[in-house]
């Protein structure tokens, strides 16, 4: 009777898949919605739940939003002193709440915030953490495998936790896709209260603002023109401007050429810099290192051009045009002056 | 004073790493390292602050004995002393087994140092997680992607930009900040610090025993993370190829797409027909 009722308690322990509430920005940062999309796929085969955790003041925004889209509890901390970000809150109460209840997978967006956030959580829980993943799955005895870039971003490289638990990621915006929304469905949704003997974080926010926007950026431009170390020099990289004006577009850059100086940091696309979505990408002299290409994931319609047609930036094209990047921009240039009629 | 610890890493000085693509395996062999760009701008953080009220600077890396070279460098650049750990048994740890290592070293050489900074990402990896995770090695409080440092007594005061929230944060020594790629535009080093750095100034070399740490130590608190396989990313896009004399292939693409592009940028690109 007694190992009867054990297995029954081990059965009963429910594996859980947690994904972390990051609603800053919401209406441009849809990654926790996608994370949890993900995390219903990743539940069904590993048979667990979908748990959002959320922190901060006046979150039943963002628990209808979660339950919405796909979450099957919700756990909620909602509180006055949490109403600006704060690492240090949030690493403390998400530790606290990880370690009674023992999550199977957390899941972290790559945000500024993520990227900040979950190697100090996973220090604190021991275990291991991939960064800026593009990619999860489960392997056949069970593990997450989670697809990150790797050596120098040429390579994808499919990492494991074998032996610690959680085993956490952070995953990039936009890599998977939002399950719509359908506020008909129901999550459990425990709302918790603030722990009393919270340690007061040794960080203070001593200012907190939405940075001003600015109207026109890189990030909603139509056509951009990007550049890379194929232009050969910084003169050559210029004259991507006169291309970017002929077709009301923008120039973008990787960052070989940034930390070249031939263009502002501002103009940076890729993992570290902007994520564009153009209808055209233009994309001169670029080899398609995966730090530059994670910017790209929503290019309409790439035109590479490099002489080497077996760059990666080549294969992914729509139309890959194997010249010399510099010299295919002077003859583009002049071709288009030829044919433009205001 | 203040005692500041940066640290530092060699990345490989080309993104585009020459590859195997049958075996997967990378020929970093074939490729020159350089100081990772947002190390060298904590290292440029540390000088202003030593500009500015007096520091003694430690620079600090873990790397194959090639990596020495970005200590020098920096060393060149005005820090005062370089930390090199270098141990066969410490290659391929993960950001997990690195913040411990580098933590265990800062323990052994520079206990009690005020500021540690670090770049904010490295440009072979940008995991950005060995900041984040020495500081919670360390038990100190931090702040990642730092544009602007302001000190007044015992007080850090580090400007940021985070997912568009402009931040000010405030914590005291010791502390820890990742400095981001926005400002502290380094400094070169001059021909004369070159000339002591490399040929005047010895750089300790501590080994893993140096740290303390054992092979024990390093299953208990090592790498948690195993790479399974690295492969390259496929696609499927119809991908047409145009090839040719630039002069020619710019106005075959022009007259393929013409029509297209037209569409979105809001002017007619159509060359005139032919009469």
């Known amino acids: 009777m007694k190992t009867g009722k054990n297995k029954r308690t081990m059965k009963n322990k429910q594996k859980s898949i947690w994904v972390f509430g990051d609603y800053r920005n919401y209406y441009q940062n849809r990654v926790t919605l996608q994370l949890i999309s993900k995390a219903v796929d990743l539940a069904r085969v590993v048979d667990a739940e979908v748990c959002a955790v959320v922190f901060g003041h006046n979150v039943e925004e963002w628990i209808m939003e979660y339950t919405a889209h796909g979450a099957d509890r919700v756990l909620a901390i909602d509180h006055p002193s949490l109403t600006s970000y704060s690492t240090e809150n949030y690493l403390a109460l998400i530790e606290k709440l990880a370690r009674q209840r023992d999550p199977d997978i957390i899941l972290i967006g790559a945000t500024d915030f993520g990227r900040e956030f979950a190697p100090r959580l996973a220090k604190r829980l021991k275990t291991g953490l991939s960064a800026d993943c593009v990619g999860l799955d489960i392997a056949p005895e069970g593990l997450l495998v989670q697809i990150a870039p790797s050596f120098g971003g040429h390579m994808l490289a499919e990492i494991v936790t074998e032996k610690h638990r959680p085993q956490m990621a952070t995953v990039r915006p936009g890599t998977f896709k939002e399950i719509p929304h359908n506020y008909e469905r129901t999550a459990i949704v425990e709302r918790l209260s603030l722990p009393a003997n919270l340690p007061a974080s040794r960080v203070r926010v001593v200012e907190y603002e939405r940075a001003a926007q600015k109207g026109h950026t890189i990030e909603n431009a139509m056509v951009i023109v990007c550049g890379g170390r194929g232009m050969g020099n910084k003169n050559n990289f210029k004259k991507l401007n006169e291309l970017a004006r002929l077709l009301n577009g923008d120039v973008g850059a990787t960052r070989p050429v940034v930390y070249a100086g031939w263009a502002d940091h501002d103009a940076l696309v890729g993992q570290a810099g902007k994520h564009i979505k153009p209808k055209i990408l233009f994309s001169f002299g670029i080899s398609g290192a995966i730090q530059h290409t994670a910017g790209l994931g929503e290019a309409n319609f790439i035109v590479a051009i490099n002489k080497n047609p077996q760059a990666t930036m080549m294969k992914i094209a729509d139309v890959a045009i194997a010249a010399d990047a510099s010299d295919l921009l002077n003859n583009l240039i002049k071709e288009l002056k030829k044919r433009i009629r205001e | ?275």
């Open chain 2, 1 to 275: 004073m203040l005692n500041i610890v940066v640290c530092i890493k060699q990345v490989p000085m080309v993104t585009e790493l020459p590859w195997d693509e049958k075996t997967g395996t990378l020929r970093r062999d074939l490729a020159a390292g350089m100081m990772n760009p947002a190390c060298k701008r904590a290292v440029e953080a540390a000088l202003q602050i030593k500009e500015k009220q007096g520091a003694s600077i430690t620079v600090m890396t873990m790397g194959p004995p090639a990596a020495e070279e970005v200590l020098r460098e920096a060393l060149a650049m005005g820090a005062d002393r370089g930390i090199f750990i270098c141990d066969p048994i410490l290659a391929g740890s993960d950001t997990y087994a690195t913040s411990f290592i580098l933590a265990a070293a800062i323990q052994k050489e520079a206990s009690g140092c005020d500021l540690i900074l670090c770049g904010a990402y490295t440009s072979d990896s940008e995991t950005a997680q060995v900041g984040p995770q020495l500081a919670e090695e360390l038990n100190i409080p931090a702040a990642a992607y730092a544009e602007h440092l302001d000190i007044s007594g015992r007080i850090l005061r580090v400007r940021r930009l985070v997912d568009n929230f402009r931040e000010t944060l405030e914590m005291e020594f010791p502390a820890l900040v990742t400095i981001s790629m926005e400002r502290y535009e380094p400094r070169y080093a001059s021909f004369a610090g070159l000339n002591k750095a490399f040929m005047e100034t010895d750089i300790p070399v501590l080994n893993a025993e140096a740290l303390g740490i054992t092979a024990a130590n390093l299953e208990a608190r090592g790498s948690r993370t195993k790479v399974r396989r690295v492969f390259i990313r496929k696609t499927q896009k119809e991908n047409v190829m145009i090839t040719g004399a630039a002069a020619i292939a710019a106005g075959e693409f022009l007259d393929r797409y013409q029509r297209a592009i037209s569409a979105v940028i809001g002017k007619s690109i159509e060359a005139e027909k032919q009469a």
